[in-house]
DNA sequence: CCGTATCCCCTTAGATACTG
DNA sequence: CAGTATCTAAGGGGATACGG
């Protein structure tokens, strides 16, 4: 097992330094990966699929709720991205198997970091919602 | 300056049981948070925040292509969840002044591991898509 | 200056049925 | 089993104009 530490310049203006510059540019890459993962269904499948490979059928029920047309468009999105791998068996009936590819397991601890961060703070985000919705 | 560090677990098992179990709930933290700064504008407004304190029309300004009905709609969204501070000052002209909350502020370092990740790999996921589309 | 009000488009996604 | 086809609904987002 690896431990892989994420180190992160908190003071505002260094933050700021380092990303400002090619945000405004609708390329920038986390302006790209942000409209990417930022879909429904994506980040579910790539942390379900981070327990390991699963066929089409098992990510249709355990991504509970997910209709066939939309997990085929979330998982071609993905592997056209290089993200997850799509392999088919030769078999009667078919067989395929989708996995994280390294890059798409590469995305599990930033995306963890936000899950962390999302935990500790829903509270916090409930209450200020609720502030909010009677004033 | 403040250096806060994210550790993270990088073993696949660890990372997917700390996972599991309440991801298909809808209302789990992580879908919840994802489902409101994945638009397209959020993460653009909270990181042109990380340097400072904006008014309504620097903002529009800075965060480039955004009208201001949408720039609206999203410091609402931004402010109801407590990420965001709205100050209006009884001036003629008027001046409303918005900055980023500590709870906004604390979104940075995680928003930034995405940023990091998306700059290292942009490239590759560019390559894969390019060789997905020729096939 | 700081927004609202309209109108329109387009994408995303859900429901349902069907096929190699 | 692993999808595709078709239809529909919802809403996010853009353009433009206007108001306190």
Redesign the pocket.
């Known amino acids: 097992m690896s431990l892989k530490t994420y180190s992160v310049l908190m003071d505002t203006n260094a933050v700021a330094v380092a990303v400002r510059g090619d945000l405004d540019d609708p390329d920038c890459p986390t302006r790209q990966v942000i409209d990417r993962i930022g879909?429904?269904?994506s980040v579910l499948v790539i942390l379900h699929l981070a327990r390991g490979e699963l066929?089409?059928?098992?990510l249709r029920e355990s991504v509970r709720?997910?209709?066939?047309?939309?997990l085929?468009?979330?998982?071609r999105a993905l592997e056209r991205d290089g993200l997850v791998s799509?392999r088919v068996y030769a078999e009667v009936?078919?067989?395929?198997e989708y996995a994280l590819t390294d890059l798409g397991r590469s995305l599990i601890g930033p995306l963890d970091v936000l899950r962390a961060w999302a935990e500790e703070n829903i509270t916090a985000i409930a209450r200020s919602r609720e502030r909010y919705d009677v004033a």
Do not use: A, I, Q
């Not at 085929?72 to 998982?75: E, V």
């Not at 009936?93 to 395929?96: D, G, K, N």
């Open positions: 879909d429904k269904w066929r089409f059928t098992e709720g997910v209709t066939p047309k939309v085929t468009r979330t998982l799509r009936p078919p067989r395929v």
